[in-house]
Structures are given as C-alpha cells and as structure tokens.
C-alpha cells in the first residue's frame, strides 16, 4: 500500500503529449500491429528537475517527436487522479515490474513483445539529437 501512495505521488500528472499512450497494454498491442518498440517512460516532473529538464528539451521537441513517430510506440503511466484506481493498479505492477528502483527518470525500450531491450536514465542536457543517438545506441545492443 505504501508503494501504491508513493507512486500515485510521484506520477500525478497527467499524460501531456498526444502521442504518449497511459495504457501500456494499449501501447504493446498497437507495436505489434506496427512492429516497432515500445519507449516505456517514467517520469516525475514536478518533483524531478531532471525529468522537467528532459520534457522540455528533449521529448517535448519537433525532432524526438518526428523520430520517435517512425521508430516507437510512446509509453507513459498515468496515475493522474482522473485515472480509475484498476488503471492506477495496472501502472503500480507496471513501475514495479520495469522501473522497481523507483528511479525518474527512466526511459525502458521494450520490443513488441515486452522484452526489455534496454533502459536509460541518464540525461545531462543532450540535445534532441544527441538524445536520439543514446536511443539508438541502446536499441542497437
């Protein structure tokens, strides 16, 4: 229970960008229709600096969004109090199954089928493009 309030803390805020998907089920079905992976986000950015720092300056960019179009199915777990407590269940075995350290940020790439590919949370101010180039290089291993 302690678990579930931390995290309905932490993640409150709603999903922001329309091409980010709450449901990671949702988000798993559609990569299989698509083949693509899916990029699994974690993120606290009233809390976090770090997390605020990489929405406005990477994920919130033109180039992210136009890459990430071609290349992933956006995932974000929503615990937003408009969210039905089933969801807010559904996303707590979902940070505790990708992201149990409770690290923010951290960027999971899933393939198609749930498997981690690899994950990242470091960010120290790339630029959209430079960001890119880590998803890459993980997605590539």
Same mark, same amino acid.
């Given at each position: 229970?302690?678990?579930?309030?931390?995290?309905?803390?932490?993640?409150?805020?709603?999903?922001?960008?329309?091409?980010?998907?709450?449901?990671?089920?949702?988000?798993?079905?559609?990569?299989?229709?698509?083949?693509?992976?899916?990029?699994?986000?974690?993120?606290?950015?009233?809390?976090?600096?770090?997390?605020?720092?990489?929405?406005?300056?990477?994920?919130?960019?033109?180039?992210?969004?136009?890459?990430?179009?071609?290349?992933?199915?956006?995932?974000?777990? @929503?615990?937003?109090?408009? %969210?039905?407590?089933? #969801?807010?269940?559904? !996303?707590?075995?979902?940070?505790?199954? $990708?992201? +149990?350290?409770?690290?923010?940020?951290?960027?999971?790439?899933? @393939?198609?089928?749930?498997? %981690?590919?690899?994950? #990242?949370?470091?960010? !120290?101010?790339?630029?959209?493009?430079? $960001?890119? +180039?880590?998803?890459?290089?993980?997605?590539?291993?």
């Amino acid at each position: 229970m302690k678990k579930l309030v931390i995290a309905m803390i932490l993640m409150g805020n709603p999903v922001v960008y329309s091409q980010w998907k709450s449901d990671l089920n949702s988000a798993l079905r559609q990569a299989q229709m698509q083949d693509k992976n899916v990029l699994l986000y974690f993120s606290v950015p009233d809390a976090c600096a770090v997390c605020e720092s990489l929405d406005k300056n990477v994920l919130q960019s033109e180039e992210f969004k136009a890459y990430a179009r071609q290349n992933y199915i956006l995932a974000k777990p @929503d615990f937003h109090e408009s %969210v039905s407590i089933e #969801t807010k269940t559904d !996303n707590l075995l979902i940070v505790e199954k $990708y992201n +149990k350290d409770g690290f923010f940020p951290l960027v999971v790439i899933l @393939d198609k089928n749930s498997n %981690v590919i690899g994950k #990242t949370g470091i960010y !120290n101010n790339e630029t959209p493009q430079e $960001y890119i +180039k880590l998803l890459q290089s993980i997605a590539k291993k």
